[in-house]
């Protein structure tokens, strides 16, 4: 048990805040880099060089905030209470590879709809929400996709 | 390429995968015993090893890291360092490749080869994880698992293939492990078709729990010995040849694996295993092979990785591995036996020694001593291994053969 909360939480690995907070940016806005050498846009943003001309000089990116869906699973995880995984609303989820409206692509999980609602193609736009337990017990949030 | 110098395998040895045997003694009996039989099986001294390279699947997965100095203790070693890799399901693959590197440059003559894997030591449901990229994918609760469940959506979806497929492939498996004795599910009745063919929610061609119940997480080890190829003939055993290998790599992120902006990748997709596929055709290269020369595989089997695998292999066209497992050409009797030794499904998913496994397996096919002649491959020649690292994204190809020069 953790001091803070009455939840059963795993500490094999303590993940800190300080990683969450150089990521802050890509995780809460969909921000990633454009390389002002040859115009590639990524992301998650890059640290430094661009693989496609191995340019150095990159700038930062916003990325849409909407897409659609490309590919999706529904994973029923039985091992919710147990598996230490610290991750909000493991059990019954629908993750899916989203295709952003500039071709870029995300995977992340849907909130927000019924499983049977899911399909290839649906419209959905960006939301923050609860991703995994800091060593803290706070909260790392990131992004996530809702019906659009 | 096809010069470059070989090296031989002259010893290997396993540990059982009896779950309620191992985790009595913990990795440190189970290597223990993997070593010692390969010793055995080479009639070799531990005292004439030189050089030595591990596998295990890293840190987070069982608690132990610097791995060099309590493994050697544990097993009488010291003080020859033994070489930590760290590279999860695809790291027995470059143990070899870094033990081939030692004995083909001279710097040892006699190379122990070691993976292992401990599955109870840390809560690793968790921590497997981790082999993920752990800023983005794994924070956002992508795993392992969800990665190549992802990869699997795609492939029905791409080719029009249903469960039967993966069904299919769970029960081939099963039919070798029921075969081996050191099989963690030997003499385990396979799940049903129906079973496997249930899905987890109507429509969304995710196989139930009955199918995940099928993979044998174990803890275990495998342990070979490679020596010059000039000195094959000074060991009891028909030698069998390391003949190529290689390592090769692909975006880490499952997101980045669709149309990857660089010309390495162009074209590939979710069903598309590229670090795969550029590592065969170097090792077939450097073997002086093509994938119409092989008599077996062993591939990373949890769920369609297998058919992920056999076409990244060049064993079948894009698309038609699905077909190649239904037809049952991955069978005793098929065009390519593959995972003759139950594979992660049935015989075990030790992860660290998972390539390890497939090489031990694929030496005795290649000798002709496997235990029960029922899956022995007849008159089998060249053997490839197949190693799956994270979502994929690193994959070794490993190339065996027992044909002379």
Redesign the interface.
Known sequence: MSQFSGEWI?H??I?TTF??WR?RL??YRLEGSKCLGCG?VW??QRHGVC??CHGRDLGSYQCPSTGKV???????N??TD??????H??GK?V?A?IELDD???????LEDLS?ADVK?GMRVRMVTRK??RESNSNW?Y??KFVPA | MANAKRVAIVGVGQSLRDTAINKKGGWKTAVVDAVYAALKDARMEPTELDGGVVNYHGEAYMGHGGLGPPLAETLGLAPIGIIPVIAQCTGGGITALTAWSQVASGLHRRVLCLAFDVDDNVHILDNYNVSNDSDWDYMAGIGHEEALALREAAYYRKYGYDLKVVARWYQSAYWYANRNPKAAYFKVPPPSMEELTREVLPGSKLPSLEANRGVAFTLGAAAWIMVPEEDAAKYPKKPVYMAGGEYCVSPALISKNIRYPTAAFEGSDLTDLPATRYAARKAYEMAGITPDDIDLAQTYSPGLAGALGLEALGICKPGEGGKFILDGQIGIEGKCPTNTNGGQIAFSLTSGSDVGDMIVESVQQLRGEVDLPARQVKNAEVAVCQGYQAIGSGSTVTVLTNRKR
């Open positions: 795993n094999d690995m993940f990683r969450a990521e890509g995780r590639q992301f998650p693989p496609k490309e590919e999706f699973i529904i994973k029923d039985p091992f147990l598996s230490g995984t610290h991750y609303g493991r989820r993750l590879m071709g870029l692509h995300v995977a992340a999980d499983t290839v991703w995994m790392q990131g992004y």
